[in-house]
C-alpha cells in the first residue's frame, strides 16, 4: 500500500468499503495544520457529512457509478 502525505495545508476523505459494500468515509488532516489546512478539514468533514447523512446525494453518486 503506498502511504500518503497530508501537507498542513490539505485534508482527504478516506473512503473504506467493507467485504458486505458497506462504506464509511472519515476526513483526514495532520494535527499540525495551517490556516489553508483548517479551511480544507473543514470542507472534507462538510462533505463527508453531506456523504453519510443525504441519501439522495447517496442514490445520485451510486448511479454515476459505471
Known amino acids: 500500500m503506498t ?3 497530508i ?3 490539505q485534508a482527504a476523505l478516506v473512503f ?3 467485504p458486505e459494500g458497506e462504506v ?3 476526513a483526514a488532516f495532520p494535527d499540525n495544520t ?5 479551511l480544507a478539514a473543514a470542507i472534507c468533514t ?3 457529512q453531506k456523504l453519510t447523512a443525504d441519501e439522495d446525494f447517496q442514490a445520485e453518486i ?3 457509478l459505471p
Open 3 to 5: 502511504e500518503i502525505k
Open 7 to 9: 501537507k498542513q495545508n
Open 16 to 18: 473504506d468499503v467493507s
Open 24 to 26: 464509511t468515509v472519515e
Open 34 to 38: 495551517d490556516e489553508a489546512g483548517n
Open 46 to 48: 462538510v462533505i463527508g
Open 62 to 64: 451510486m448511479n454515476a
